[in-house]
């Protein structure tokens, strides 16, 4: 014999609850207490209409699933250790933002529930529609009207719970982003808690993650006695992360968790649920301002005008102190350069590491510009209401307006990282959108990229480098979305699913909270640039020195020095060789024999450079990079950028500067580049278009793999991505140079 369908009852203190279990139950009930306490217990039977018998459980009414009360605990604790097969959830219609918020809190845990949706007479009274449909598309669950006082709808109901029971549904947690700072540390310990087994058998790991952070001390307790040492190491994380929010924010994790929570309510309600404007107290002053930020019209000109704005303010004020630490590493150039004497040592450490890890690092005050404009729009709420935004276009697209924010977090308005933003996809219920999604934000424009893009704009198009760093963000978006739908109608068919996004408060920035975030992603880059990037410039050094030229070519080459000082005057000689000659004030005869010298010493670097290991796979490489108007030294730096996209500053600096006949010589490699007739915009303009789009740095790479469950993911995000860049890079350069833009 089928054993009968328990349904729990649920909801706050007034909303109706105990009316529907009258209804539904009438005699068949009765009373009792929960063992150990005090609160009552009410368990009754329902019939339905084709005789299936349902248990039915009224909980205690209660504001949050939070252990503030015991009849919060009671509740809790019920559906986690009974898990019922059902659990309805009564929902006040005419207050219904505050009663969202516990529904919220079961769609976070998991269970398996039907939305009844009462007192529809009372907010008709107020003049509140509320479409159900709607509300049920966008939450996840089904939702029913209903009176309970006159049991009007309560025969739907029941057959909707009836036809819920019947799938026998697992468990499945609702993901509620609360900020990058809460989300990087849930993320940890939810690693933590799923790799320690820790109450895994009783909670999902997320939702323990986030009861630690709200301080639920119930949960504590039982974590405490089941593993103490699991539980200290979630309480360091949820210190550490307090800490920080008073820092940056003043505030605890407790109130950004309850304002997230808040702002998904209020995304939901505003997505055509409500016919009119809904009573918004606490959120009443974002209310107004979003009347104008996020308006149909206004609000996508105000976000462009932003946008640009923060490329003015990051291009405006960094320009001086780039200038200063560019002049900083010229002087240790030089420096290194009259102290070492010639060979390997000083070549490594002005070649490699200056020119390399020296070329990266001369970013950091643009870095930390433009981590400070975005940290003004992340802290105050705006970027938030920009996806919101997004969402009617990324539906053209077939991807779920979540996906914006994994698009935001890997560098859709500039200077992110892909590694988090393939991680952002796991709020996205549907397998095809999350898979669209995380195979397409390495398009953004990261951290990574931007050295690359700000040395190559400031070269080529310095009188227009705000502009045009604006542009190629909308163009990262602009084929990061036609990539996208090329996926959704081909490989990665099928619906688009219902969009909800959080929006949280406004919130003031303080200018303490703004510093630190500031100093905080600016120090992971110039970590990043220490040690990866360091380690990969020293390596790619070797890679371009070594095996070096045969003895029978520098004898060659010296054979020809000895040739042309011999075809002139010794007087001329000793001028032209003289310790310390500047060119500019020697005879015409012995500038240039100089010069001629010159030219021999350049052709014997360029030729060690071309024979070295890396040479020989960029000009292996230049058969083809061609058609996209890329040499084989350029060939050498996108290779190294398959580990991390830096590297492909650090890497041009480095080969150029082994070209170089004095490469103590304190010039730019921007300059360099300029001065270069290989160099021209409608090629730089290809190299930016390819290092935009081709393959994701290795760690993003292993990253798609694990998100995806596949490394055929992975391998494909590589291959395509350079396929589909190259592709777009040799149309790019022939199409200019067919225009003649190259001049």
């Excluded at 301080?215 to 089941?226: H, K, P, V, W």
């Excluded at 918004?280 to 930020?293: E, H, N, P």
């Excluded at 240790?332 to 890890?357: F, N, Q, T």
């Excluded at 075809?567 to 310390?580: H, K």
Aim: proline share 4%; charged share 20%.
């Amino acid at each position: 014999m089928t054993p009968p369908i328990t349904v729990a009852l649920a909801g706050n203190p007034n909303a109706g609850k105990t009316t529907l279990f009258n209804a539904l139950t009438g005699a068949r009930q009765h009373v009792g207490n929960y063992p150990g306490v005090t609160v009552e217990k009410k368990e009754g039977f329902y019939v339905a209409p084709g005789g299936e018998q349902i248990n039915i459980v009224d909980l205690p009414g209660t504001y949050s699933l939070t252990a503030y009360s015991v009849e919060e605990v009671v509740a809790r604790d019920y559906l986690v250790q009974e898990r019922p097969d059902v659990v309805v959830n009564i929902v006040d219609a005419s207050n219904l933002e505050r009663n969202l918020y516990l529904t919220t809190q079961f769609l976070e845990l998991g269970v398996p529930m039907v939305v009844a949706l009462n007192m529809m007479d009372v907010a008709s009274d107020r003049g509140i529609a509320i479409h159900a449909e709607r509300l049920a598309e966008l939450l996840g669950v089904p939702v029913v009207p209903i009176v309970a006082r006159s049991s009007k709808g309560t025969a739907e109901l029941m057959a909707a719970v009836l036809a819920l029971a019947n799938q026998a549904p697992e468990w499945n947690p609702l993901h509620i982003s609360y900020g990058e700072d809460l989300d990087r540390v849930l993320l940890s310990m939810e690693r933590h808690i799923a790799a320690q087994a820790f109450l895994t058998h009783r909670y999902p790991a997320r939702w323990l993650a986030v009861k630690y952070l709200e301080n639920d001390s119930q949960i504590r307790e039982r974590g405490a006695q089941e593993n103490a040492a699991a539980s200290a190491a979630l309480d360091h994380w949820v210190q550490e992360a307090s800490d920080h929010l008073q820092r940056t924010l003043e505030t605890y994790p407790e109130a950004i968790i309850a304002d997230h929570r808040y702002g998904y309510i209020k995304s939901i309600l505003r997505q055509e649920v409500l016919s009119r404007k809904y009573d918004a107290d606490r959120l009443y002053t974002s209310d107004r301002i979003d009347k104008v930020l996020t308006n149909r019209f206004l609000g996508p000109l105000i976000m462009l005008v932003v946008l640009l704005g923060l490329y003015k303010f990051t291009f405006s004020y960094s320009a001086l102190p780039v200038a200063w630490l560019g002049g900083l590493f010229g002087l240790l150039r030089e420096g290194i350069g009259a102290l070492l004497p010639e060979g390997y040592l000083k070549s490594m450490l002005i070649a490699g590491v200056i020119d390399g890890v020296g070329g990266v690092l001369g970013f950091v005050p643009l870095i930390m510009f433009m981590f400070f404009g975005i940290a003004i729009l992340e802290d105050s709420g705006y970027l938030a209401r920009v996806a919101f935004m997004m969402d009617r276009v990324f539906r053209m697209f077939g991807l779920h307006g979540s996906s914006v924010m994994a698009y935001i977090v890997s560098g859709g308005i500039a200077g992110g990282c892909a590694v988090p933003g393939v991680m952002a996809t796991r709020t996205l219920r549907s397998e095809r959108e999350r898979l669209a999604t995380l195979l397409t934000v390495s398009f953004m424009n990261c951290g990574a990229k931007l050295p690359v893009l700000v040395l190559l704009t400031g070269a080529f198009f310095a009188n227009n480098q705000a502009q045009v760093m604006f542009l190629l963000t909308l163009l990262a978006w602009a084929v990061a979305l036609l990539v996208a739908k090329l996926y959704r109608v081909t490989i990665l068919r099928g619906e688009s699913t219902p969009f909800v996004m959080e929006l949280p408060p406004y919130r003031l920035p303080t200018l303490r909270g703004l510093l630190i975030h500031t100093w905080e992603r600016t120090w992971q880059y110039i970590k990043k640039a220490g040690t990866v990037i360091l380690a990969i410039s020293i390596l790619l050094w070797a890679m371009m020195t070594f095996p070096g030229l045969p003895e029978v070519a520098h004898e060659r080459i010296d054979a020809q020095r000895q040739e042309l000082v011999a075809s002139y005057p010794d007087e001329v000689v000793q001028e032209a060789t003289e310790e310390g000659a500047d060119i500019t004030e020697l005879s015409a005869p012995a500038a240039d024999l100089l010069n001629r010298l010159d030219v021999l010493d350049r052709q014997e670097a360029e030729r060690a450079l071309e024979y070295s290991v890396a040479g020989r796979i960029g000009k292996a490489l230049e058969g083809v990079s061609r058609f996209a108007g890329f040499d084989w030294r350029t060939n050498i730096a996108l290779v190294g950028g398959f580990t991390a996209k830096e590297v492909v500053v650090s890497t041009l600096g480095t080969a150029y500067s082994l070209g170089k006949v004095n490469p103590e010589e304190s010039v730019s490699l921007a300059q360099t580049l300029m001065g270069d007739p290989n160099w021209n915009p409608v090629m730089a303009f290809a190299l930016i278009v390819f290092v935009m789009f081709y393959a994701p740095c290795s760690v993003t790479v292993v990253c798609i793999a694990r998100e995806a469950g596949s490394w055929k993911w992975g391998l494909f995000a590589m291959g395509f991505n350079t396929i589909f860049a190259f592709g777009l890079a040799t149309l790019v350069y022939q199409l200019g140079m067919a225009l003649g833009l190259g001049g």
